[in-house]
């Protein structure tokens, strides 16, 4: 079992920053990939980034490459998405998620570990 806590959502103007946070607990993460997600009513839960907690490799979504960037913290079990640039098409309910080592993490039918995710609203 792998519970998951966001935090750090918030409202800023287009250009502005935020930085969020998801806390792991209940296991180590040593063969994980960790990801943070995005929704917004009526669409599909959309990828945004990921890291493999191990190796600390990271891959992004084009839309958000160049702007957000993924990190861990090994001592917290703690992974960050610090994004920059913000627009207001980033605003949504932005979710972290966990699973072992898999051939399609950026899809989210891949996890069945999830945070209760944190609003971020982008005003323009």
């Known amino acids: 079992q792998v519970q998951l806590v966001e935090s750090g959502g918030g409202l800023v103007q287009a250009g502005g920053s935020l930085k969020l946070s998801c806390v792991a607990s209940?296991?180590?993460?040593?063969?994980?990939?960790m990801s943070w997600f995005r929704q917004t009513p009526g669409k599909e839960r959309e990828f945004v980034a990921l890291?493999?907690?191990?190796?600390?490799?990271?891959y992004y979504a084009d839309s958000v490459k160049g702007r957000f960037t993924i990190s861990r913290d090994n001592a917290k079990n703690t992974v960050y998405l610090q994004m920059n640039s913000l627009k207001p098409e980033d605003t949504a309910v932005y979710y972290c998620?966990?699973?072992?080592?898999?051939?399609?993490?950026?899809?989210?039918?891949?996890?069945?570990?999830w945070g209760q995710g944190t609003q971020v609203t982008v005003s323009s």
């Open positions: 998620a966990a699973v072992p080592s898999v051939l399609s993490p950026i899809r989210p039918q891949s996890y069945n570990y």
């Open positions: 209940g296991r180590t993460l040593g063969n994980y990939v």
């Open positions: 890291i493999r907690w191990s190796a600390g490799s990271t």
